[in-house]
């Protein structure tokens, strides 16, 4: 999806002009994929701009940041007040704002310990990630043949840039192969998630949705979702999913801050209902707890102004 400018990006403590912000081409996150980064919404609420649970996608920077032993030059307080501030400064009333801390010029090779941490932070419009209608009409999956990241090798709890070369590899495969989205399995076999969302799949009443053990990010998405389904009535368990129990699904949904909520029709052109009645559900519930309109999750919803 194509990106629209605004006005500024955050810049190490600093609003510079969309087009000046930029950086050295021997940058060592550039040549190395050491960086770690985040993926935010804000929402228009009847109170003007509101950054959903800005505090908590932040302090997973930092978690994943920890993993790679980066220590970022700014506090957490420091930069929940720079997104508030370009969310701020671009006049949107929604937009989709991305932090990243990068290793920066001045050492090269693969030691980051001599290098700079920088930090920037963007925001633009940006629509629905898997099409505006994939709530209702759903995506088409296939399994990929790209293994997701071992712990051992890759670790699948940091959001860092390389780990993406992963799920780009398999979203670019699942797209020339005609489908909307690639599900990726972990090295035993077991379903880990897609390239940039969390997967539940129905088996009767119950919806199930894989471990971090499989190799899938701890999103917080999936845990607004799993809140959701606790208020509903729904019961949703963390546990092992195989590649037989998604062509078998009753239905099933991806999720994500940039898919939101995304009902999946088919995998390996298996059909899947669709939606389905708790999919449908969730999603009608999600786009309002996002938007401040159910009270107990108020506090999620981080106002700019």
């Given amino acids: 999806m194509p990106i629209t400018p605004t006005s500024k990006i955050w810049m190490n403590g600093q609003l510079v002009d969309w087009d000046a912000a930029n950086i050295h081409v021997l940058s060592h996150t550039l040549h190395y994929g050491m960086g770690v980064f985040e993926g935010i919404r804000a929402y228009e609420t009847s109170e003007g701009p509101g950054i959903f649970r800005l505090t908590d996608h932040i302090e997973r920077l930092f978690n994943s940041a920890a993993i790679l032993m980066m220590e970022i030059p700014y506090s957490v307080e420091e930069l929940i007040d720079a997104t508030k501030e370009v969310v701020r400064e671009s006049g949107l009333p929604s937009a989709y704002i991305r932090p990243i801390a990068y290793y920066g010029y001045g050492e090269m090779g693969l030691n980051t310990i001599p290098c700079s941490v920088d930090v920037a932070i963007a925001c633009w419009p940006w629509g629905a990630y898997l099409g505006d209608e994939s709530l209702t009409k759903g995506i088409r999956a296939k ?131 669709c939606p389905g009645p708790m999919t449908a559900a969730i999603g009608a519930e999600y786009a309002k707890v996002v938007r401040g309109e159910v009270d107990q999750y108020r506090e999620w919803v981080e106002l700019v102004s």
Wanted: proline share 5%; hydrophobic share 40%.
């Fill in 143 to 273: 399994i990929s043949s790209w293994v997701r990241h071992d712990h051992n090798a890759m670790p699948p709890m940091a959001k860092t840039t390389g780990n993406y070369v992963n799920s780009s590899l398999a979203k670019v495969e699942a797209l020339k192969a005609g489908y909307d989205e690639a599900i990726m399995l972990n090295g035993q076999g077991l379903v880990s998630e897609c390239t940039g969302e969390n997967i539940f799949v129905s088996r009767g009443d119950m919806l199930i949705t894989p471990p971090g053990s499989a190799g899938a990010l701890e999103g917080i998405t999936q845990d607004t979702v799993m809140a959701i389904c606790d208020d509903m009535g729904i019961e949703c368990v963390v546990s092992d999913l195989s590649r037989s129990d998604l062509y078998l699904a009753d239905e099933m949904f991806l999720c994500g801050t940039a898919a939101e909520v995304c009902a999946v029709n088919s995998v390996d052109e298996r059909p899947i209902p």
